[in-house]
């Protein structure tokens, strides 16, 4: 039903441009001015805002892209609203009283319009997914950390068992080379004094061999 209106709103001002004009021309003016994509004839941007709300109108009305439809015609309503209700200028009271009900009458779709822009249906806004997101990446930056820091342990605690190692299997090695250092050193010391004594007996003999005075 909230469709109905801009679109049939919409092909009147697509047919008869003309006759929103006088009122349309304080609006446009100024914002063409400011806006590169408003026309600067005042009955072409009447009749893109039409066409706008033909369109937006007729997307809403049969529930594509409700959002994105309900937020144009939202955006489109306000210059229509500041151009043909101007309440505030008008002298004769009968008048000022109609404006003023015809511009609170739009301010309330303006607002009905704002509430389906905002409505997800039951799924989630997008300020939703995105503070999802941020706390699932923190949550995954903390895992990712904690993973690394555990590796990290692992890694030093097999280099730790390595560096263990190496160092048993030499100290193995410099004892068993200090072992058979020490066995041929006794090895050598016994036959030094097996000659010793070999000397000592050969020196006696000859010795007692000697004629004595």
């Known amino acids: 039903m ?121 799924n989630p806004s997008i300020a939703w997914r995105g503070r999802h997101a941020a706390q699932l990446a923190k949550r995954e930056a903390s895992l990712a950390a904690k993973s690394a820091a555990a590796e990290a342990q692992t890694v030093t605690a097999k280099a730790e068992a390595k560096a263990a190692k190496a160092a048993a299997k030499t100290a193995a090695r410099t004892t068993r080379l200090a072992a058979k250092s020490g066995a041929k050193a006794g090895k050598a010391s016994g036959k030094a004094s097996a000659v010793t004594q070999a000397t000592a007996k050969v020196g006696k003999k000859l010795t007692d061999a000697l004629p004595v005075g």
Not at 23 to 41: G, I, S, T, Y
Not at 101 to 116: C, E, Q, T, Y
């Open 2 to 122: 909230m469709a109905a209106i801009f679109v049939i709103q919409g092909i009147d001002s697509l047919l008869h441009p003309d006759t929103k004009a006088p009122a349309a021309e304080k609006v446009v003016r100024p914002l063409a001015e400011r806006v590169p994509v408003v026309p600067d004839q005042v009955e072409q941007a009447v009749r893109l805002n039409g066409a706008v709300q033909v369109a937006a109108g007729s997307l809403l009305a049969i529930g594509k892209f409700p959002r994105l439809s309900a937020a144009v015609l939202a955006a489109t309503l306000v210059p229509t609203t500041a151009a043909g209700h101007r309440f505030w200028e008008s002298d004769d009271k009968l008048e000022r009283a109609q404006q003023k009900v015809h511009f609170l009458k739009n301010l309330s779709i303006l607002g009905g319009l704002l509430i389906a822009a905002g409505d997800t249906a039951g």
